[in-house]
Protein backbone atom coordinates (compact mmCIF):
# COMPACT_ATOMS: atom_id res chain seq x y z
CA UNK A 1 0.00 0.00 0.00
CA UNK A 2 1.12 3.40 -1.00
CA UNK A 3 1.79 5.51 2.08
CA UNK A 4 -0.14 8.43 -0.04
CA UNK A 5 -3.24 6.60 0.23
CA UNK A 6 -5.84 7.86 2.73
CA UNK A 7 -6.26 5.86 6.37
CA UNK A 8 -9.22 3.27 6.27
CA UNK A 9 -12.31 4.27 8.61
CA UNK A 10 -11.57 0.83 10.63
CA UNK A 11 -8.77 -2.69 10.44
CA UNK A 12 -10.26 -6.01 10.73
CA UNK A 13 -7.94 -8.43 12.36
CA UNK A 14 -7.63 -11.69 12.07
CA UNK A 15 -5.16 -14.21 13.27
CA UNK A 16 -5.52 -17.35 11.46
CA UNK A 17 -3.43 -20.82 12.23
CA UNK A 18 -4.43 -23.88 10.06
CA UNK A 19 -7.85 -22.81 8.84
CA UNK A 20 -7.94 -23.91 5.15
CA UNK A 21 -11.46 -24.96 5.66
CA UNK A 22 -13.00 -22.16 6.69
CA UNK A 23 -10.45 -19.25 5.98
CA UNK A 24 -12.21 -18.49 2.49
CA UNK A 25 -16.41 -18.31 4.23
CA UNK A 26 -14.31 -15.33 7.13
CA UNK A 27 -12.94 -13.51 4.15
CA UNK A 28 -15.85 -13.31 1.85
CA UNK A 29 -18.38 -12.25 4.67
CA UNK A 30 -15.39 -9.71 5.20
CA UNK A 31 -15.69 -8.36 1.73
CA UNK A 32 -19.50 -8.15 1.74
CA UNK A 33 -19.52 -5.49 4.08
CA UNK A 34 -21.95 -2.63 3.69
CA UNK A 35 -19.08 -0.42 4.91
CA UNK A 36 -16.62 -0.69 2.32
CA UNK A 37 -13.68 1.21 3.94
CA UNK A 38 -11.44 -1.03 5.78
CA UNK A 39 -8.34 -2.79 5.53
CA UNK A 40 -8.10 -6.73 6.63
CA UNK A 41 -4.75 -7.34 8.14
CA UNK A 42 -4.42 -11.44 8.21
CA UNK A 43 -1.66 -12.65 10.88
CA UNK A 44 -0.43 -15.85 9.93
CA UNK A 45 0.47 -17.33 13.15
CA UNK A 46 2.73 -20.43 11.47
CA UNK A 47 0.14 -22.46 9.43
CA UNK A 48 1.31 -25.34 8.18
CA UNK A 49 -2.20 -25.73 5.91
CA UNK A 50 -3.14 -23.82 3.07
CA UNK A 51 -4.23 -20.67 4.93
CA UNK A 52 -1.21 -18.52 3.86
CA UNK A 53 -2.10 -18.79 0.09
CA UNK A 54 -5.62 -18.82 0.77
CA UNK A 55 -5.21 -15.26 2.60
CA UNK A 56 -2.36 -13.92 0.18
CA UNK A 57 -5.17 -14.74 -2.93
CA UNK A 58 -7.47 -12.70 -1.22
CA UNK A 59 -4.54 -9.58 -0.91
CA UNK A 60 -4.17 -9.94 -4.94
CA UNK A 61 -7.55 -9.29 -5.46
CA UNK A 62 -8.39 -6.91 -3.30
CA UNK A 63 -5.75 -4.26 -2.16
CA UNK A 64 -7.85 -3.78 1.25
CA UNK A 65 -6.81 -7.10 2.36
CA UNK A 66 -2.74 -7.57 3.66
CA UNK A 67 -1.29 -10.62 4.86
CA UNK A 68 1.55 -10.61 7.42
CA UNK A 69 3.79 -13.32 9.40
CA UNK A 70 3.63 -13.16 13.16
CA UNK A 71 7.48 -12.56 13.92
CA UNK A 72 9.62 -15.87 13.77
CA UNK A 73 11.88 -13.60 16.37
CA UNK A 74 9.15 -14.32 18.99
CA UNK A 75 9.86 -16.53 21.63
CA UNK A 76 7.50 -20.25 21.12
CA UNK A 77 5.65 -21.32 18.58
CA UNK A 78 2.02 -20.48 17.59
CA UNK A 79 0.60 -17.81 20.30
CA UNK A 80 -2.55 -16.11 19.66
CA UNK A 81 -1.67 -12.87 22.00
CA UNK A 82 1.31 -12.78 20.22
CA UNK A 83 0.00 -12.89 17.24
CA UNK A 84 -2.79 -9.84 17.91
CA UNK A 85 -0.08 -7.66 19.17
CA UNK A 86 1.50 -8.00 15.84
CA UNK A 87 -1.21 -7.30 13.63
CA UNK A 88 -2.53 -4.73 16.14
CA UNK A 89 0.80 -2.68 15.70
CA UNK A 90 0.17 -2.60 11.76
CA UNK A 91 -3.36 -2.01 11.68
CA UNK A 92 -3.27 1.34 10.34
CA UNK A 93 -7.46 2.27 11.60
CA UNK A 94 -8.07 4.13 15.01
CA UNK A 95 -10.68 1.53 15.02
CA UNK A 96 -9.93 -2.51 15.11
CA UNK A 97 -12.84 -4.95 14.62
CA UNK A 98 -11.48 -8.16 15.49
CA UNK A 99 -12.71 -11.42 13.99
CA UNK A 100 -11.56 -15.01 14.11
CA UNK A 101 -10.87 -16.92 11.06
CA UNK A 102 -13.46 -19.72 11.70
CA UNK A 103 -16.35 -17.31 12.05
CA UNK A 104 -17.98 -14.78 10.09
CA UNK A 105 -19.13 -11.56 9.92
CA UNK A 106 -22.43 -10.17 9.31
CA UNK A 107 -22.74 -7.96 6.21
CA UNK A 108 -23.82 -4.81 8.70
CA UNK A 109 -21.31 -5.52 11.02
CA UNK A 110 -19.09 -2.55 10.69
CA UNK A 111 -21.84 -0.37 9.82
CA UNK A 112 -23.76 -0.69 12.64
CA UNK A 113 -20.62 -0.60 14.80
CA UNK A 114 -19.21 2.64 13.64
CA UNK A 115 -22.30 4.39 13.88
CA UNK A 116 -22.10 3.11 17.67
CA UNK A 117 -18.62 4.55 18.09
CA UNK A 118 -19.47 7.51 16.48
CA UNK A 119 -22.56 8.45 18.05
CA UNK A 120 -20.91 8.14 21.58
CA UNK A 121 -17.12 9.02 21.24
CA UNK A 122 -16.41 7.57 24.66
CA UNK A 123 -17.32 4.06 24.40
CA UNK A 124 -13.94 2.13 24.32
CA UNK A 125 -15.38 -1.27 22.75
CA UNK A 126 -18.78 -2.08 20.79
CA UNK A 127 -19.66 -6.01 20.48
CA UNK A 128 -22.14 -8.05 18.26
CA UNK A 129 -24.43 -10.70 19.38
CA UNK A 130 -23.23 -14.35 18.93
CA UNK A 131 -25.05 -16.98 16.43
CA UNK A 132 -23.63 -20.32 15.65
CA UNK A 133 -23.17 -22.66 12.74
CA UNK A 134 -21.78 -25.96 11.88
CA UNK A 135 -22.46 -28.98 12.28
CA UNK A 136 -20.52 -33.09 13.28
CA UNK A 137 -17.17 -32.19 14.91
CA UNK A 138 -17.51 -28.64 14.70
CA UNK A 139 -21.07 -28.65 16.84
CA UNK A 140 -21.14 -26.04 19.33
CA UNK A 141 -21.25 -27.73 22.90
CA UNK A 142 -23.97 -27.13 25.06
CA UNK A 143 -21.45 -24.73 27.41
CA UNK A 144 -20.87 -22.52 24.78
CA UNK A 145 -24.16 -22.53 23.60
CA UNK A 146 -25.14 -21.42 27.52
CA UNK A 147 -22.85 -18.60 27.22
CA UNK A 148 -24.00 -17.76 23.77
CA UNK A 149 -27.32 -17.33 25.90
CA UNK A 150 -26.37 -15.48 28.35
CA UNK A 151 -23.90 -13.39 26.45
CA UNK A 152 -26.04 -12.04 23.68
CA UNK A 153 -28.19 -10.10 26.59
CA UNK A 154 -26.10 -7.85 27.60
CA UNK A 155 -26.61 -4.96 25.52
CA UNK A 156 -25.75 -1.97 27.27
CA UNK A 157 -23.11 -0.69 29.35
CA UNK A 158 -25.22 -0.97 32.80
CA UNK A 159 -25.11 -4.60 31.58
CA UNK A 160 -21.40 -5.21 31.22
CA UNK A 161 -20.47 -3.33 34.59
CA UNK A 162 -22.88 -6.33 36.17
CA UNK A 163 -21.37 -9.18 34.08
CA UNK A 164 -18.02 -8.57 34.11
CA UNK A 165 -16.68 -10.51 36.69
CA UNK A 166 -18.52 -13.23 35.99
CA UNK A 167 -17.92 -14.19 32.82
CA UNK A 168 -16.07 -12.25 29.58
CA UNK A 169 -19.27 -10.19 28.54
CA UNK A 170 -17.62 -8.81 24.93
CA UNK A 171 -18.19 -11.12 22.04
CA UNK A 172 -14.41 -10.96 21.37
CA UNK A 173 -14.53 -11.94 17.34
CA UNK A 174 -17.53 -9.58 17.09
CA UNK A 175 -15.69 -6.69 19.01
CA UNK A 176 -14.42 -3.09 17.28
CA UNK A 177 -12.45 -0.98 19.78
CA UNK A 178 -10.58 1.87 19.89
CA UNK A 179 -6.98 0.68 19.37
CA UNK A 180 -5.47 3.65 21.20
CA UNK A 181 -7.61 2.54 24.03
CA UNK A 182 -6.15 -1.16 24.24
CA UNK A 183 -2.14 -0.25 23.28
CA UNK A 184 -2.52 2.23 26.40
CA UNK A 185 -3.47 -0.47 28.68
CA UNK A 186 -0.18 -2.46 27.36
CA UNK A 187 -2.34 -4.75 24.54
CA UNK A 188 -2.89 -8.75 24.59
CA UNK A 189 -1.17 -10.18 27.70
CA UNK A 190 -0.14 -14.15 27.36
CA UNK A 191 -0.65 -16.28 30.77
CA UNK A 192 -2.27 -18.53 31.87
CA UNK A 193 -6.00 -16.98 31.44
CA UNK A 194 -8.01 -15.81 28.35
CA UNK A 195 -6.49 -12.60 26.58
CA UNK A 196 -9.92 -11.67 25.81
CA UNK A 197 -11.14 -11.21 29.10
CA UNK A 198 -7.81 -10.39 30.78
CA UNK A 199 -8.41 -7.39 27.88
CA UNK A 200 -11.89 -6.26 28.92
CA UNK A 201 -10.78 -5.95 32.72
CA UNK A 202 -7.71 -3.95 32.27
CA UNK A 203 -9.77 -1.77 29.60
CA UNK A 204 -12.80 -1.56 32.52
Same mark, same amino acid.
Given at each position: ?9 ? $? ?16 ? $? ?20 ? $? ?153
Amino acid at each position: MSAAEPTPRV $SFLIPVLDEEARLAACLD $SVRAQTMPDFEAVVVDDGSTDR $SHEIALAYARDDERFRVVHRPETLPGGPCLPQALNHGLSVCRAGLVARLDADDLASPDRLERQLERCDRDPTLTVVDGQVGFRGAGTHAVGEGMRLYGDWVNQIMEPADFDRAILQESPVVHPAATFRKRAVLDVGGYRSGDFPEDYDLWVRLH
